[in-house]
């Protein structure tokens, strides 16, 4: 059963820099609005922050880069490039502050629904943790898929191709 743990102001950064040296390649870090549904998957723990979820979005970022042993690959809801001003006032100053809380972090525009088959498939096996913010504009989570911080793909690819000839041999 999914975890529901309502926070004070500033407990859900004590929840976070707990789990942060917990969490490594897979775990998924959810900055979402206030209507994100809490999920039934067992190793899926939301904590409701109560504070603007740009402010969050900072401070979860902070945190990851603050870590060695983790980096995140960035997704936002492809559906946020369409929201409109006069459907969800507001939406522009959102994207611009997002974009700047995101300061060179490329965040990947995905469907929602991908987004969350991809976190479906990960809570499978990996933890996740969702933190609630009191955003109420529609498709504004932000979600932090947890990647090895000294360790890359292109190194792995290398390390796979090395393994190949070995077998080959």
């Known amino acids: 059963m999914t975890e529901l743990v309502t926070s004070p102001v500033a407990c859900w950064e004590r929840q976070l820099s707990a789990l942060l040296p917990l969490?490594?390649?897979?775990?998924?870090?959810?900055?979402?609005?206030?209507?994100?549904p809490a999920q039934s998957k067992p190793g899926i723990e939301t904590i409701?922050?109560?504070e603007d979820q740009i402010h969050v979005v900072r401070k979860?970022?902070?945190?990851?880069?603050?870590c060695s042993h983790i980096r995140a690959n960035v997704y936002v809801d492809k559906e946020l490039g369409f929201v409109?001003?006069?459907d969800a006032p507001g939406i522009a100053d959102y994207k611009q502050?997002?974009?700047?809380?995101?300061?060179?972090?490329s965040a990947e525009h995905l469907e929602h629904d991908r987004i969350i088959a991809r976190l479906d498939q990960s809570a499978q096996v990996f933890r996740i943790l969702v933190i609630k913010t009191?955003?109420?504009?529609?498709?504004t989570s932000v979600f932090f898929?947890?990647?090895c911080g000294y360790w890359n793909a292109e190194a792995e690819e290398r390390l796979r191709q090395a393994m190949m000839v070995s077998i080959v041999k």
Request: cysteine-free.
């Open 84 to 86: 409109k001003e006069n």
């Open 145 to 147: 898929e947890l990647d």
């Open 97 to 105: 502050q997002l974009h700047e809380a995101l300061h060179g972090s």
């Open 134 to 139: 009191n955003m109420t504009i529609p498709y």
């Open 48 to 50: 409701a922050a109560g």
């Open 60 to 66: 979860v970022l902070e945190a990851i880069t603050a």
């Open 23 to 36: 969490f490594g390649h897979r775990n998924w870090i959810v900055v979402a609005d206030s209507a994100y």
